[in-house]
């Protein structure tokens, strides 16, 4: 079963605009974390954010937000004022209790912002 | 601060022939791994170790051989290069904190290897 689904194969938005990327999770386990990963098209993972599964309020990095609802398993990514080097591929991953020296990835979502 | 260092970052290799992939890590990280990034697929787990001497297979291991003779090092070796292994290979290091805490998780910068 996919342990991240991402639905959003492509997205677009305008410069400035916010956009929120959808992330659903699967696992029996109380304990985890959710990561995010932007993925220029340089090709190096560059992590944005991070949200364990106790944690009390959602993450912020800066212009990054994570939408966390526990409850609906998700964990959807806000990026706020969007700027044209955001144009990326972005992933969802998990970090699972007890098989913590592996990330689960979702399949991305490709986000090309537009002047 | 070198982080995680992987060779070569691009590499074009004939069907049959084999190869490794270097991985080096300076944190003293207890995990690394290797995984593979195909188009729509995201990033799935080839092998993994969780210290010296000790290593194990992920979701995709066919073709694939890995060994970890220190904490620093872990390569990937190719065995007989399938074109059906064409894709962008990245190494990661992580500490053994647990879900918990936090982001420490580093990758490399990928390997892209095309088999012809």
């Known amino acids: 079963a996919q342990k991240i689904t991402q639905t959003q194969p492509g997205m677009f938005v305008q410069e400035k605009e916010a956009v929120t990327l959808d992330c659903t999770y699967d696992t029996s386990d109380p304990s985890y974390g959710l990561f995010w990963y932007k993925q220029p098209s340089s090709g190096e993972m560059i992590f944005l954010i991070y949200q364990g599964s106790y944690d009390q309020q959602n993450a912020t990095e800066g212009r990054y937000s994570l939408n966390f609802q526990k409850a609906r398993k998700s964990a959807n990514l806000v990026i706020s004022a969007s700027q044209l080097g955001d144009s990326a591929m972005y992933f969802c991953?998990?970090?699972?209790?007890?098989?913590?020296?592996?990330?689960?990835f979702g399949a991305g979502t490709t986000v090309t912002v537009r002047a | 601060n070198a982080g995680v260092t992987q060779t070569p970052k691009f590499q074009v290799l004939k069907t049959g022939q084999s190869m490794t992939l270097q991985c080096a890590q300076d944190?003293?990280?207890?995990?690394m791994s290797w995984y593979r990034q195909d188009p729509g697929m995201g990033l799935r787990l080839i092998h993994y170790s969780v210290g010296a001497g000790i290593t194990d297979q992920g979701e995709v291991p066919n073709g694939y051989n890995v060994s970890r003779s220190t904490t620093e090092d872990f390569p990937l070796r190719l065995l007989s290069a399938a074109p059906s292994q064409t894709s962008v290979y990245f190494c990661?290091?992580?500490?053994?904190?647990?879900?918990?805490?936090?982001?420490?998780?580093?990758f490399g910068e990928g390997s892209w290897l095309t088999v012809v």
């Open positions: 991953a998990m970090r699972e209790v007890p098989n913590d020296y592996k990330l689960s």
């Open positions: 944190m003293n990280h207890e995990y």
């Open positions: 990661a290091s992580s500490s053994t904190g647990g879900p918990h805490s936090g982001n420490t998780i580093y």
